[in-house]
Each structure stands twice: as C-alpha cells, then as structure tokens.
C-alpha cells in the first residue's frame, strides 16, 4: 500500500522558519521525483519544488532562496525546511510522488500520482 504522510506543520510568525518532513511507505521514494505543493482557501494547488532521483531541484520563483528541498532515501523520507516565512505562505502543503524518476524542468501536477493529506502551515 503506498502512503505519504506529511508533518511538521504548524503555526509561525513572519520570518520565522518550518521543516516539513514527508513519510513514504509501499514503495522506494529514492525511484521518483517527489515534490511539495500547497493550497490556500480558494486557490489552485501549486507546486513549490520538486527532486529528482539523481538529487536535481526546481523551486517556484515564490520560495527560491527561502525554501529547500531534500530527501532522505535510507528513511524513505522527504524535507521541505522554509526559512523567512511570509503570511501568503500560508497554505496547507502537500508531498507528493511523481511518475517518473525525473521532474522535468519545469514539473506540472499532472505528473504527481500519489499525494500525501496534507500538514497546514500558518504564518501570521
């Protein structure tokens, strides 16, 4: 059964950082790009960055410089730490694993299959 299950949400203030950490199950994640995304009230979900399986990265010019991504393939284990947080970062994001050892340059969610449900992140 494959499972992803996001942690590390929460609630800071602006400018104050988060990591959030995504556990994968059923599968080696080590296999696929993986990728966070986030939804706020009323907006489409968006992609904020993704990682391949040979540890390439893309960020939206939203949070390049403020967040990275990065794994831990012998923990089967995704991080996303966000530095300098900003109220319209607020959102509730999700990790989720793509159908392809490669993101493309620039990864649409129509190639993410299994999605985690989500931790909420609120910044104020």
């Known amino acids: 059964h494959v499972q992803l299950v996001e942690s590390g949400g929460g609630s800071v203030q602006s400018g104050g950082s988060l990591r959030l950490s995504c556990s994968a199950s059923?599968?080696?994640?080590?296999?696929?790009?993986m990728g966070w995304f986030r939804q706020a009230p009323g907006k489409e979900r968006e992609g904020m960055a993704a990682?391949?399986?040979?540890?390439?990265?893309f960020y939206a010019d939203s949070v390049k410089g403020r967040f990275t991504i990065s794994k831990d393939n012998a923990k089967n284990t995704l991080f996303l730490q966000m530095h300098s947080l900003r109220p319209d970062d607020s959102a509730m994001y999700y990790c989720?694993?793509?159908?392809?050892?490669?993101?493309?340059?620039?990864?649409?969610?129509?190639?993410?299959?299994?999605w985690g449900p989500g931790t909420q992140v609120t910044v104020s």
């Open positions: 989720a694993r793509g159908l392809y050892s490669s993101c493309g340059a620039t990864p649409s969610i129509s190639i993410f299959d299994v």
């Open positions: 059923g599968y080696s994640g080590s296999t696929y790009c």
């Open positions: 990682i391949a399986i040979d540890g390439s990265t």
